[in-house]
RNA sequence: GCCGGGUUAGCUCAGUUGGCAGAGCACUUCUCUUGUAAAGAAGAUGUCGUCGGUUCGAUUCCGACACCCGGCUCCA
């Protein structure tokens, strides 16, 4: 018997008997690696534990410690999930069950158009814990595209795949695979898989779907299974902890808990009516966006909320975005439509006189109300809602002027939202899709390279999505992190050079030549509703002193100290705080616990001491509580909190 | 728009195999007067999402619609 040599990623060599497999090599390295392997990486390809090894080859035994060992944990439990649906419904098929973040799903297609609801995933579950308890080895096999056929005759979305697989160029010569495991359950798999069941202990089926077939809306609705799974126990109780802490910032709940905003059904899906509370904050924020603007050069406009159809025939929306937008309105001469964007009137008030290269760069700022028709199934609390304000600017600028006027943007763009809390950002430069785009080749490849260098300039890395453009011009998306690590796309940078043209838009330049401005559309927070939505998220409703709709509570321990508590009320009231006073008439442990439920930022507790020394008690959220504390030092405190936005 | 689930008091929810509904919290009043996360008592509160149908009778069964939730699709 002869040997072979096999390199390991950490570039030492073991010899092995010939024969050996990945799973031989993973013993003769420990028996800890060979009991946590998964797959093995051969040459950079990714295996069969059962895979035979050659000479020379560079091996890596995958575990569930890297994502490639979770990612295929992940796809053979999406297997056993297939297996228990068709043993438990017979007659049922199955179309693609791929591994995603956090788990996996599986399609199916139940007989007679059932359907499956939440309460048949116990049943599944159950199933499943049977086929993992049972260990059963997963088995490949290989087929021609005709034996393929055969095996999975009765299953017509397995044949699709393996006649599309056969019809492409690149995988025609490729033989079928496919992965056996227990007595009857064959599917069609790339793999690789790990060796048996009983490796796909710690998984969660957690809720089913609707999903088309191919994700093609005019393909049939297959029911799909979402589940999670991880590599221990540890793992799946803390990623399910995590969606219970998540599902607590939930700004819907919140909004509720803290009685910012509501949806009533009478008003309509996607439209909310803001309470005094989410009033308030929604004013500090907008507040806020004006006062940077103002100092940023940009100049305040106000449009309408309605617009003659001319308008949007002009803008071109009526071609191309006329399905996301309202019916229109009859009225006596013509038809009106409530407006989807902004950009149009802005056009409009640029139209309005002669420009001239000294007017340039020309910002025109609006938090402009638009309204467009989402469909009905796509609506999610203030995160996709029909009738939103935006906090809106058009810059029109020289082509010349482009480049400075990005670089100031992106720079304005991260100080202002750093002031609501966020500390990470990310950046992604879409391009042109020649397919779906107007506009010279020159300008797109002068305006790409603008927005370019202005991410350069700011050292600012990005992600480049190639093709992913607005038909009229490339754009910059910034993504925000949250406090929980989220990612939420917020702000856009998209530069135009269709609407100039449409709107017939010119300046004259300095040699007294008729030039046409390229525009710029951003928008920073976006939708100001979807903003604050992530905000309470961001916050967990615990917004800082600076934007919280109550700063300060006030609380006497006792009826005799209600004077001086007014007192302290009325200097703190004068001073300009949001303040909430809380008579004596339950017990102040209860008026606490209410207070803190509201997350007010600061409790202010005043009893016989306090009014004798002039002082407070402060209980801060989340800090001890201080006794004591003169008046006056608080209000200071109070007043540096607010003014820094800490 | 599509698939599945849902809608009962201000909130969170229980309930009725068809006979006009209930808890906790919140609310009102009274008592207690409190030093840091739930004092006690009493009281009031509902077109059981809307409209139609079946029925002697519908909150309950059926249908349509509205709205919400989880996804799919879409997102200028």
């Known amino acids: 018997m002869t040997d072979i040599t096999v390199l390991l990623p950490d570039g030492s060599e073991r010899k092995l008997h010939e024969g050996a497999t990945v799973s031989d090599l993973a013993l003769d390295v420990g028996e800890g690696l060979a009991k946590a392997a998964l797959i093995g990486e051969v040459n950079g390809e990714e295996v069969d534990l059962s895979v035979v090894l050659s000479d020379g080859a560079t091996v890596n035994i995958v575990t569930s410690d890297s994502d490639k060992g979770l990612e295929t944990l992940r796809h053979s439990t999406a297997h056993v999930l297939a297996q228990a649906v068709l043993e438990i419904y017979p007659g049922a098929t199955f179309a693609i069950g791929p591994p995603i973040e956090h788990g996996f799903y599986y399609d199916f297609a139940i007989p007679d158009g059932a359907t499956l609801s939440d309460e048949t995933l116990e049943d599944i579950e159950e199933k499943m814990k049977e086929i993992i308890a049972a260990d059963q080895a997963f088995i490949r096999g290989e087929a021609s595209v005709q034996e393929a056929l055969e095996i999975f005759v009765d299953h017509p979305y397995k044949c699709e795949i393996i006649q599309a697989a056969d019809s492409s160029e690149i995988d025609a010569a490729e033989v079928i695979s496919f992965y056996r495991n227990g007595t009857g359950f064959v599917d069609l798999c790339r793999g690789p898989h790990v060796p048996s069941t009983g490796k796909l202990q710690h998984f969660k089926l957690m809720n089913v779907a609707g999903a088309y077939w191919r994700g093609d809306e005019k393909n049939p609705m297959l029911q799909r299974i979402y589940g999670t799974a991880w590599a221990n126990k540890k793992q799946l109780k803390d990623h399910l902890f995590r969606l219970e802490e998540a599902a607590k910032r939930d700004h819907r709940k919140l909004a509720n808990e803290l009685d910012l905003l509501s949806f009533p059904s009478e008003l309509g899906g996607g439209l909310a009516v803001w309470h005094p509370k989410g009033s308030q904050v929604r004013k500090l924020m907008e507040d806020y966006s004006r006062e940077r603007h103002e100092s940023g050069g940009y100049k305040f406009v106000y449009t309408p909320h309605l617009a003659n159809a001319e308008l949007f025939h002009t803008s071109g929306h009526l071609d191309f975005y006329s399905e996301g937008m309202y019916p229109p309105m009859e009225m006596d001469n013509g038809e009106y439509y409530l407006k989807p964007m902004n950009c149009p009137m802005h056009c409009l008030i640029y139209r309005a006189g002669t420009k001239s290269y000294r007017d340039l760069p020309l910002r025109l700022f609006e938090l402009g ?254 800090s001890e509580v201080e006794r004591g504390v003169p008046l006056t030092a608080f209000i200071e405190r109070l007043r540096t909190e607010v003014d820094t936005r800490q």
């Open 369 to 622: 109300t638009v309204y467009r028709y989402e469909r009905a199934g796509t609506l999610h609390g203030l995160m996709r809602i029909r009738g939103f304000t935006q906090d809106d600017a058009h810059i029109f600028t020289s082509e010349e002027g482009l480049a400075e006027e990005i670089a100031g943007l992106l720079e304005f763009v991260v100080s202002v939202l750093k002031a609501f809390g966020f500390e990470e950002f990310s950046f992604n430069l879409s391009t042109r899709d020649p397919e779906k785009s107007v506009g010279d080749d020159q300008i797109w490849e002068h305006a790409t390279s603008a927005l370019e260098e202005a991410l350069n300039a700011h050292g600012l890395p990005f992600q480049m999505k190639l093709g992913d453009a607005a038909f009229y011009g490339p754009k910059i998306d910034i993504d925000v992190s949250d406090a929980i690590g989220r990612s939420w796309q917020l702000s856009t940078i998209q530069l135009d050079f269709n609407l100039p043209e449409r709107f017939d838009l010119r300046y004259i330049d300095s040699s007294g030549e008729r030039k046409r401005p390229v525009m710029i559309h951003r928008a920073l927070m976006g939708s100001i509703e979807r903003f604050f939505g992530v905000l309470v998220e961001h916050y967990a409703g615990a917004f800082p002193a600076w934007l919280t709709p109550i700063q300060v509570a006030v609380l006497p321990v006792a009826n005799g100290h209600e004077e001086y508590a007014k007192d302290v009320l009325g200097k703190l009231e004068g001073e300009g705080f949001r303040c909430e006073f809380y008579r004596a008439d339950n017990p102040l442990g209860k008026r606490i616990r209410d207070v803190k439920t509201q997350k007010i930022p600061y409790v202010l507790v005043v009893g016989g001491d306090d009014v004798s020394n002039g002082s407070v008690g402060v209980n801060a959220r989340g």
